[in-house]
């Protein structure tokens, strides 16, 4: 039972351009919701969050977005840089009680120049 | 600061011996979770503490695999006996106190059984 989802495995973007990460969760307990990168042979690193009384969270180049009804949640990236090609993780998990951080399967992420 | 560390970086053994994977989480972060990432399932959570208290091992896979975290700065995953199909990615992460904080991953063990 898949609770997060990434249905895209991998996007192709050009530089400058905005990229469009997508996650759809099924766990309506759900209420707090990162993105993380990803480089080879590294850790995961996070990059942005948002909580479920939002529904935008903008930090630089990143902006999240947050539609609880239908419950999916998107990373836009403008403008693409090539140091933003990655694999990018969508996680979610409760606030309150457990802290059990459920992961997507990630979009591997390349901007051509 | 110093994030994460985690030993060793990479581990190749053979089956059936014991391995032991390190953990020294963030200075003052009193959560920690172990993760292992396959290319079947993603990641995955295994265990994870509390101040030093492990309250979900639900994702420990079966008995061959223990945790322990006998302080605040420093944890093992212990896999005994060692099988192929434990070859993964472990990773370590850990969280300040407040629950609107993300975790802070290692840049995790690649383990090979053999």
């Known amino acids: 039972d898949q609770q997060v989802k990434q249905n895209s495995p991998s996007l192709s973007v050009q530089e400058g351009r905005i990229s469009i990460l997508n996650c759809d969760y099924t766990n309506s307990m759900f209420d707090y919701f990162l993105w993380y990168k990803k480089y080879p042979a590294e850790g995961p690193t996070f990059l942005i969050s948002i909580s479920s009384i939002k529904d935008k969270n903008e930090d630089g180049r990143f902006t999240v977005f947050l539609n609880k009804s239908a419950k999916h949640l998107s990373l836009h990236i403008v403008p693409s840089q090539p140091g933003d090609s990655a694999v990018y993780f969508c996680?979610?998990?409760?606030?309150?009680?457990?802290?059990?951080?459920?992961f997507g399967q990630g979009t591997r992420l390349t901007i051509n120049p | 600061d110093a994030g994460v560390i985690q030993s060793p970086r990479h581990e190749v053994t053979e089956m059936g011996q014991e391995v032991t994977l390190r953990c020294k989480p963030i200075?003052?972060?009193?959560?920690l979770f172990w993760y292992r990432q396959t290319m079947m399932r993603g990641l995955e959570l295994l265990i994870y503490f509390n101040n030093n208290v492990p309250i979900d091992d639900s994702g420990m896979p079966e008995d061959r695999f223990s945790a322990k975290m006998p302080n605040a700065s420093f944890s093992t995953l212990k896999i005994q006996p060692s099988e192929p199909r434990d070859s993964a990615v472990y990773f370590c992460?850990?969280?300040?106190?407040?629950?609107?904080?993300?975790?802070?991953f290692g840049d995790g063990t690649r383990l090979s059984i053999l």
């Open positions: 200075s003052g972060h009193n959560s």
């Open positions: 996680a979610a998990r409760r606030l309150q009680g457990a802290q059990k951080l459920v």
């Open positions: 992460a850990s969280q300040p106190g407040p629950s609107n904080q993300p975790q802070h």
